[in-house]
T-cell receptor, first 110, second 116 residues
Framework: EAQVTQNPRYLITVTGKKLTVTCSQN?????MSWYRQDPGLGLRQIYY???????DKGDVPEGYKVSRKEKRNFPLILESPSPNQTSLYFC?????????FGSGTRLTVV | AQKITQTQPGMFVQEKEAVTLDCTYD???????LFWYKQPSSGEMIFLIY??????QNATEGRYSLNFQKARKSANLVISASQLGDSAMYFC?????????????FGAGTTVTVRA
């Protein structure tokens, strides 16, 4: 089954404690991206990757890092999380038939 | 400037009635695509329907149809015969260009509540 797998689904952490949200896709897609969803703002792109070792900033990249060492994986790294990064995060990959989203990660930073 | 505007934060609809969700967009690219997604309370994003800028016919998928008015830059979603399971958040989104590697720009979303 074609899918994007994100982990964890839920995460509560404390300010400043580094965390990584993993994302993996099995569709051999080149393009992957991360979005965050906030009430009243919809989904906004954080980072995207056109292919292995090719990443670039989206609309709201501050406070985030990504890496793309393998085609299937695109982890999101928060090196020093802050409460304003409390949000719902989605990983997505896109191919000829459109976007496939992961199930989302609800992150709370206290 | 906002690329996608959804002006209805929330709507109530009676079961079995139709509901129209508004979406207007802004782009200068002649090639673009418009999407609607459903997000139930569980949080996942479910693709509903797609309309390309060069498509001559309005898109339809089961009970979902897209009222595409290109000159007005609007892409309203119509859900016919609403069901309780249609209660969810709905997002309109746009991509500019037709390549596989593209960014989706989303609206703020509309919450639909279906009443029995």
């Amino acid at each position: 089954e074609a899918q994007v797998t994100q982990n964890p689904r839920y995460l509560i952490t404390v300010t400043g404690k580094k965390l990584t949200v993993t994302c993996s896709q099995n569709m051999n897609h080149e393009y992957m991206s991360w979005y965050r969803q906030d009430p009243g703002l919809g989904l906004r792109q954080i980072y995207y990757s056109m292919n292995v070792e090719v990443t670039d900033k989206g609309d709201v990249p501050e406070g985030y890092k990504v890496s793309r060492k393998e085609k299937r994986n695109f982890p999101l790294i928060l090196e020093s999380p802050s409460p304003n990064q409390t949000s719902l995060y989605f990983c997505a990959s896109s191919g000829a038939y459109g976007y496939t989203f992961g199930s989302g990660t609800r992150l709370t930073v206290v | 400037a906002q690329k996608i505007t959804q002006t209805q934060p929330g709507m109530f609809v009676q079961e079995k009635e139709a509901v129209t969700l508004d979406c207007t967009y802004d782009t200068s690219d002649p090639s673009y695509g418009l999407f609607w997604y459903k997000q139930p309370s569980s949080g996942e994003m479910i693709f509903l329907i797609y309309q390309g800028s060069y498509d001559q016919q309005n898109a339809t998928e089961g009970r979902y149809s897209l009222n595409f008015q290109k000159a007005r830059k609007s892409a309203n979603l119509v859900i016919s015969a609403s069901q309780l399971g249609d209660s969810a958040m709905y997002f309109c989104a746009m991509r500019e260009g037709f390549a596989n590697d593209y960014k989706l720009s989303f609206g703020a979303g509309t919450t639909v509540t279906v009443r029995a």
